[in-house]
Antibody, heavy 118, light 109 residues
Framework: QVTLRESGPALVKPTQTLTLTCTFS??????????VSWIRQPPGKALEWLALIDWDDDKYYSTSLKTRLTISKDTSKNQVVLTMTNMDPVDTATYYCARIRDQTPDYWGQGTLVTVSS | SYELTQPPSVSVSPGQTARITCSGD??????AYWYQQKPGQAPVLVIY???ERPSGIPERFSGSSSGTTVTLTISGVQAEDEADYYCQSADSSGTYGWVFGGGTKLTVL
């Protein structure tokens, strides 16, 4: 059974760095073709893709946010970590991680709401 | 930047057919994916690779592609299908970036 769970702070202050962890089970990120991606959704707005890491440790980022994002994986812990620097109130959103297998994002976590406020 | 365009809203009566479109220049070259999202819940994949249906998704959900437009069709709409629907694809520039459409609110009258 594939599951993903996002964790991290619910509240961060402007200019701080956000660190989110996606802890997953039911698959291995060392398997060829497997990837994990991060997506966010501001309240009442559309989904926005952030970053992706694949089984070969290749990393891809949103063009508009790439200077602020870093994605990494710890295969032994079944975790993927996303950091986002210089947080702003407009970054308030629910952050999701999702598994991609054979190019298909088939399982998503339940998401974690991050509020940016002083 | 690359964009996918969806209508903001679609309304149908129960039992009718709902069609939600998604337009983008790269769609002839890249697969499209469709997600259903109900309030307070994570998105659920309902169509992948343009027209494939994941296991557990009812047969009334189908997808098709024609040129720069992909379409999610829900036949015999039920009240439980009321939700936001998002299309997603990739930028064809080779950067492997994903793009999401703006979402369509399906209302079952």
């Amino acid at each position: 059974q594939v599951t993903l769970r996002e964790s991290g702070p619910a509240l961060v202050k402007p200019t701080q760095t956000l660190t989110l962890t996606c802890t997953f089970s039911g698959f291995s990120l060392s398997t060829s073709g497997m990837c994990v991606s991060w997506i966010r959704q501001p309240p009442g707005k559309a989904l926005e893709w952030l970053a992706l890491i694949d089984w070969d440790d290749d990393k891809y980022y949103s063009t508009s946010l790439k200077t602020r994002l870093t994605i990494s994986k710890d295969t032994s812990k079944n975790q993927v970590v996303l950091t986002m620097t210089n947080m702003d109130p407009v970054d308030t959103a629910t952050y999701y991680c999702a598994r991609i297998r054979d190019q298909t994002p088939d399982y998503w976590g339940q998401g974690t709401l991050v509020t940016v406020s002083s | 930047s690359y964009e996918l365009t969806q209508p903001p809203s679609v309304s149908v009566s129960p039992g009718q057919t709902a069609r939600i479109t998604c337009s983008g220049d790269a769609l002839p070259k890249q697969y499209a994916y469709w997600y259903q999202q109900k309030p307070g819940q994570a998105p659920v994949l309902v169509i992948y690779k343009d027209s494939e249906r994941p296991s557990g998704i009812p047969e009334r959900f189908s997808g098709s592609s024609s040129g720069t437009t992909v379409t999610l069709t829900i036949s015999g709409v039920q009240a439980e299908d009321e939700a936001d629907y998002y299309c997603q694809s990739a930028d064809s520039s080779g950067t492997y970036g994903w793009v999401f459409g703006g979402g369509t609110k399906l209302t079952v009258l």
